[in-house]
Nanobody, 127 residues
Framework: QVQLVESGGGTVQAGASLRLSCAAS????????MGWFRQAPGKEREFVGG????????LYADSVKGRFTVSRDNGKNTVDLQMNSLKPEDTAVYYC????????????????????WGQGTQVTVSS
């Protein structure tokens, strides 16, 4: 059974940092671009950041650029999201996802580009 499991969420004050981790099991995703998305109550799921299968290319939403960093360890089958200088508007459920297609150098910004999803982890930032 293929699973993506996120961890590291929690409640922090504005300006703090959190590191989310996504662990894959059931198969390797070392050949797949990976993405992080988030969904706040009443809003659509939005792209946060993504990383190519090789780790050589990272893309970010404008709202998190310069504050968030996506990284991956293909040997451990994990992908992380380092979040610094958190703001109340970053409050959401965060999901990691893996693209269906392999060897993509530019991760998709669209949710429909991903075929595997984790269950999500809550991040709450208080002002």
């Amino acid at each position: 059974q293929v699973q993506l499991v996120e961890s590291g969420g929690g409640t922090v004050q504005a300006g703090a940092s959190l590191r989310l981790s996504c662990a894959a099991s059931g198969r390797t995703f070392s050949r797949n671009a990976m993405g992080w998305f988030r969904q706040a109550p009443g809003k659509e799921r939005e792209f946060v950041g993504g990383i190519s299968w090789s780790g050589g290319v990272t893309l970010y939403a404008d709202s998190v650029k310069g504050r968030f960093t996506v990284s991956r360890d293909n040997g451990k089958n994990t992908v992380d999201l380092q979040m610094n200088s958190l703001k109340p508007e970053d409050t959401a459920v965060y999901y990691c996802a893996a693209e269906r297609a392999g060897y993509r150098e530019y991760p998709s910004r669209r949710p429909d580009g991903y075929g595997y999803w984790g269950q999500g982890t809550q991040v709450t930032v208080s002002s």
